[in-house]
């Protein structure tokens, strides 16, 4: 008997298991005591309420070394503590019997489709999921440039909407699975290239989202204390990339947002709030010590158009409304509609209903508002013509010269805002443009720079808007693949969409090559010296920010810089 | 002889993970997580939701039927269970990402007849926020996790959404009424 069987304390059973084992290769033996070791140091005598503790003992005596590729997903679970206990005894059962009998039928696994998703939110997850579930012999990969996954549910979702990150459990069960795997702070471009991925994976999958910016072009959207929303929202949900953002908040009591979007009312709402309310939410503590400091009382909401086209939704129009001792101010003229407006809402149900909760706010404000006060106001029919520079500050924004718009049928039956010549100032210090996310290209990908999008029919990605070939192998979901629109649940439909088109080219074109999938990836990656973070190393990163939140009275305190995020993972 | 005593252990495994809590494993079971003395054959589900099944079993249930692209599957639900939790835990393949928290649309079902969507109790506000944006929207949709099982319901025929769509790159959005 191999001396790491004996050194494992194991049950006698499972030495008489091994030993009776037909499985050739002694690896089981060595993946099996990796995760029984694991599990004797787990469930020492000496620790007999390791399930219950709130703060588990740490687990780090394993000296096992790590199991190899897709057993380390199991293995990994194995150590983790705060797993529900079903799960983790599910999971070291499956590590149990997956590792003996797939090393059984190793010839096969070399034969299963290997696939990679390249992003790790909605989109990446429910493409995933989706694969997993079509294809019995899939690998999943799915990586992401941070070092956390979830995408925006992580970064985009406003800190006052919990419900909505719950979808953050459906995906963890994914990540979950015996054949998928979460590979963090790997990018796609500088770690690893698109053709190196395409070479090692039978079907990639890009779905990264959209992390830049739609521009302006204007004077002076350079000026500091001018802002994209992105980064902003970034900023206060302890994204790494922009912890550093520090928006100056305390030489102002005026903002400016332009558009009228959800992501516009998100950064409005967190300006307006309470910081008390504020500090039991999972928002990140730089942002919450920067607006408890805040001057800004003002905050404007500007559309080029009229009420009847604000991109808001429903839910987050009642909400702002909603806010303690908040003036709202919407001008009466500004609700007239015309018959184009008319037949506009005829069968659009959100449109009427936004416009209704807007008519409604209008004629329900109260009648003073006192001094100190929180106001909103929606603008609309401005379209920003320049940003003005401060005469004091020099390069600093000091308010924003609008032009006044009257619509305007086009060709297509669409109402566009046409300038006036008639023009309006506001003073403010702070300007956050939220006029919409763009996607990002990278070297060797067919890229629409017009729509902002990867040219692709259904999902299956082609050499160019114009109907070029379709690329092998290469498809796309997401907000890279229909730009930057929906919600999190459209993300479903999409990427059923996408997995159908990948199912059906697998029929058509069996897969016969052999490509070397995750141990291929995690072979690249250790050449290259990358220290890429798993989903037990996110789940510390989890666990940290909980427990450190916890204190607080949050959900979670967010580690918002590479160097925390990166250290709790060497753990 | 090997596969059978696999696929008896895998079975007392997995009837084991409904046990809770969690106690020290016993040296002489093979799976140190599954204590021999708590096994208990008349619970079968896997991470059941409620304890109580046993008293259950004595409450009427009411049929709900769905209808998909795939066929149609017929579901029992206890009166006052939420409908949402009955689905999933009959593997019907609708989601409830929000988990019930009125903050998705992913739970979007079409009542088939409108005699029946009328006994339905009316949506709040909350609830129609989320239909508006909800895939496939009818006359007749409604947010299936805010809906408990009541007697009337008995014979309630539902429809998924179609799942496959054009994504076309301008934008498909969802025709609402």
């Given at each position: 008997?191999?001396?790491?069987?004996?050194?494992?304390?194991?049950?006698?059973?499972?030495?008489?298991?091994?030993?009776?084992?037909?499985?050739?290769?002694?690896?089981?033996?060595?993946?099996?005591?990796?995760?029984?070791?694991?599990?004797?140091?787990?469930?020492?005598p000496?620790?007999p309420?390791?399930s219950?503790?709130?703060?588990?003992?740490?687990?780090?005596?394993?000296a096992?070394?790590?199991?190899?590729?897709?057993?380390?997903?199991?293995?990994d679970?194995?150590?983790?503590?705060?797993?529900r206990?079903?799960?983790?005894?599910?999971?070291?059962?499956m590590?149990i019997?997956?590792?003996?009998?797939?090393?059984?039928?190793?010839?096969?696994?070399?034969?299963?489709l290997?696939?990679?998703v390249?992003?790790?939110?909605?989109?990446?997850?429910?493409?995933?999921?989706?694969?997993?579930?079509?294809?019995?012999?899939a690998?999943?990969?799915?990586?992401?440039r941070?070092?956390?996954?979830?995408?925006?549910v992580?970064?985009?979702?406003?800190?006052?909407?919990?419900?909505?990150?719950?979808?953050?459990?459906?995906?963890?069960?994914?990540?979950?699975?015996?054949?998928c795997s979460?590979?963090?702070n790997?990018?796609?471009?500088?770690?690893?290239?698109?053709?190196?991925?395409?070479?090692?994976y039978?079907?990639?999958?890009?779905?990264?989202g959209?992390?830049s910016?739609?521009?302006?072009?204007?004077?002076?959207?350079?000026?500091?204390?001018?802002?994209?929303?992105?980064?902003?929202?970034?900023?206060?949900?302890?994204?790494?990339?922009?912890?550093?953002?520090?928006?100056?908040?305390?030489?102002?009591?005026?903002?400016?947002?332009?558009?009228?979007?959800?992501?516009?009312?998100?950064?409005?709402?967190?300006?307006l709030?309470?910081p008390?309310?504020?500090?039991t939410?999972?928002?990140?503590?730089h942002?919450?010590?920067?607006?408890?400091e805040?001057?800004?009382?003002?905050?404007?909401?500007?559309?080029?158009?009229?009420?009847?086209?604000?991109?808001?939704?429903?839910k987050?129009l009642?909400?702002?409304?909603?806010?303690?001792?908040?003036?709202?101010?919407i001008?009466?003229a500004?609700?007239?509609?015309?018959?184009?407006d008319?037949?506009?809402?005829?069968?659009?149900?959100?449109?009427?209903?936004?416009f209704?909760?807007?008519s409604?706010?209008?004629?329900?404000r109260?009648?003073?508002?006192?001094?100190?006060?929180?106001?909103?106001?929606?603008?609309?029919?401005?379209?920003?013509?320049?940003f003005?520079?401060?005469?004091?500050?020099?390069g600093?924004?000091?308010?924003?010269?609008?032009?006044?718009?009257?619509?305007?049928?086009?060709?297509?039956g669409?109402q566009?805002?046409?300038?006036?010549?008639?023009?309006?100032?506001?003073?403010?210090?702070l300007?956050?443009?939220?006029?919409?996310?763009k996607?990002?290209?990278?070297?060797?990908?067919?890229?629409?720079?017009?729509?902002?999008v990867?040219?692709?029919i259904?999902?299956?990605?082609?050499?160019?808007s114009?109907?070029?070939?379709?690329?092998?192998?290469?498809?796309?979901?997401?907000?890279?693949?229909?730009?930057?629109?929906?919600i999190?649940?459209?993300?479903?439909?999409?990427?059923?969409?996408?997995?159908?088109?990948?199912?059906?080219?697998?029929?058509k074109?069996?897969?016969?090559?052999?490509?070397?999938?995750?141990?291929g990836?995690v072979?690249?990656?250790?050449?290259?010296?990358?220290?890429?973070?798993?989903?037990?190393?996110?789940e510390?990163?989890?666990?940290?920010?909980?427990?450190?939140?916890?204190?607080k009275?949050?959900?979670?305190?967010?580690?918002?810089t590479?160097?925390?995020?990166?250290?709790?993972?060497?753990? | 002889?090997?596969?059978?005593?696999?696929?008896?252990?895998?079975?007392?495994?997995?009837?084991?993970?409904?046990?809770?809590?969690?106690?020290?494993?016993?040296?002489?079971?093979f799976f140190?997580?599954?204590?021999?003395?708590?096994?208990?054959?008349?619970?079968?589900?896997?991470?059941s939701?409620?304890?109580?099944?046993?008293?259950?079993?004595?409450k009427?249930?009411?049929?709900?039927?769905?209808?998909?692209?795939?066929g149609?599957?017929?579901?029992?639900?206890?009166?006052?269970?939420?409908?949402?939790?009955a689905t999933?835990?009959?593997?019907i393949?609708?989601?409830?990402?929000?988990?019930?928290s009125?903050a998705?649309?992913?739970?979007?079902?079409?009542?088939m007849?409108?005699?029946?969507?009328?006994?339905?109790?009316?949506p709040?506000?909350e609830?129609?926020?989320?239909?508006?944006?909800?895939?496939?929207?009818?006359?007749t949709?409604?947010l299936?996790?805010?809906?408990?099982?009541?007697?009337?319901l008995?014979?309630?025929?539902?429809?998924?959404?179609?799942?496959?769509?054009?994504?076309?790159?301008?934008?498909?959005?969802p025709?609402?009424?």
């Open positions: 008997m191999p001396s790491y069987i004996s050194k494992c304390a194991g049950p006698p059973p499972l030495v008489f298991f091994s030993s009776a084992s037909i499985v050739p290769s002694f690896l089981p033996f060595r993946f099996s005591c990796n995760t029984l070791c694991c599990w004797c140091h787990s469930f020492r000496s620790l309420s390791v219950t503790s709130p703060t588990p003992p740490p687990l780090s005596k394993c096992a070394p790590p199991p190899l590729s897709d057993s380390s997903s199991a293995a679970h194995v150590v983790q503590r705060h797993h206990r079903s799960t983790l005894s599910l999971h070291s059962a590590s019997f997956g590792g003996m009998i797939a090393r059984k039928f190793s010839s096969a696994t070399t034969r299963s290997h696939v990679c390249v992003g790790s939110g909605p989109a990446g997850f429910y493409t995933a999921e989706k694969m997993l579930k079509a294809h019995k012999g690998e999943v990969d799915i990586i992401d941070l070092p956390t996954p979830f995408g925006l992580r970064s985009g979702v406003a800190p006052d909407h919990p419900e909505t990150k719950i979808v953050i459990n459906q995906f963890s069960r994914v990540a979950h699975n015996e054949r979460f590979f963090g790997v990018t796609l471009g500088s770690s690893i290239s698109l053709s190196e991925l395409r070479q090692i039978h079907v990639v999958v890009l779905a990264y959209a992390e910016d739609r521009v302006l072009g204007i004077p002076g959207e350079e000026l500091k204390g001018v802002h994209s929303a992105r980064e902003f929202v970034w900023w206060y949900n302890g994204h790494p990339d922009f912890s550093n953002l520090t928006p100056d908040l305390k030489s102002t009591d005026t903002a400016i947002v332009l558009g009228q979007g959800n992501v516009a009312l998100d950064v409005a709402r967190i300006l709030r309470s008390k309310e504020l500090s939410t999972d928002i990140a503590n942002a919450l010590t920067a607006l408890s805040s001057s800004i009382r003002k905050v404007y909401l500007v559309g080029r158009r009229g009420p009847v086209q604000a991109a808001c939704t429903a987050e009642r909400e702002i409304l909603a806010i303690k001792d908040l003036y709202v101010n001008k009466e500004d609700l007239v509609k015309t018959s184009s008319e037949e506009e809402m005829k069968n659009n149900r959100i449109r009427k209903r936004v209704e909760l807007l409604k706010a209008s004629t329900s109260s009648p003073s508002q006192s001094s100190g006060q929180r106001e909103l106001h929606f603008t609309f029919f401005r379209k920003p013509d320049k003005l520079e401060s005469y004091d500050k020099s600093y924004v000091d308010g924003v010269h609008f032009e006044k718009t009257t619509l305007k049928e086009n060709d297509s669409n566009i805002a046409i300038g006036t010549g008639e023009y309006e100032d506001i003073k403010c210090g300007v956050l443009k939220s006029i919409g996310y996607s990002i290209p990278i070297d060797g990908l067919p890229f629409d720079q017009s729509k902002g990867v040219p692709n259904k999902g299956r990605v082609i050499s160019s114009n109907g070029g070939e379709n690329e092998d192998g290469l498809y796309v979901c997401g907000w890279l693949k229909r730009g930057p629109t929906g999190i649940a459209t993300n479903l439909y999409d990427a059923e969409e996408t997995v159908a088109s990948i199912s059906e080219d697998i029929e074109k069996e897969v016969t090559s052999q490509k070397a999938g995750r141990e990836l072979h690249l990656l250790e050449n290259k010296k990358i220290k890429f973070v798993t989903f037990g190393d996110w510390k990163i989890d666990f940290e920010e909980k427990k450190v939140g916890s204190l009275g949050k959900p979670r305190e967010k580690l918002a590479w160097n925390d995020l990166l250290e709790v993972t060497t753990k | 002889m090997f596969i059978s005593k696999l696929w008896r252990l895998g079975a007392q495994a997995s009837k084991g993970l409904s046990k809770a809590p969690l106690t020290i494993p016993s040296r002489r079971s140190p997580i599954v204590q021999n003395d708590s096994l208990d054959a008349s619970s079968r589900k896997l991470f939701t409620t304890n109580s099944q046993e008293e259950n079993e004595d009427q249930k009411i049929s709900v039927t769905f209808f998909d692209k795939d149609e599957q017929e579901i029992k639900v206890l009166i006052g269970m939420s409908m949402l939790e999933h835990e009959n593997d393949e609708l989601k409830g990402a929000c988990e019930g009125l998705c649309s992913t739970c979007h079902v079409i009542v007849d409108v005699e029946q969507y009328n006994k339905l109790e009316d709040t506000d609830e129609n926020d989320m239909l508006d944006l909800a895939f496939g929207l009818t006359e949709s409604r299936w996790c805010q809906v408990i099982a009541k007697p009337e008995d014979g309630l025929r539902l429809a998924l959404p179609a799942a496959t769509r054009n994504f076309a790159v301008d934008g498909y959005k025709k609402p009424h």
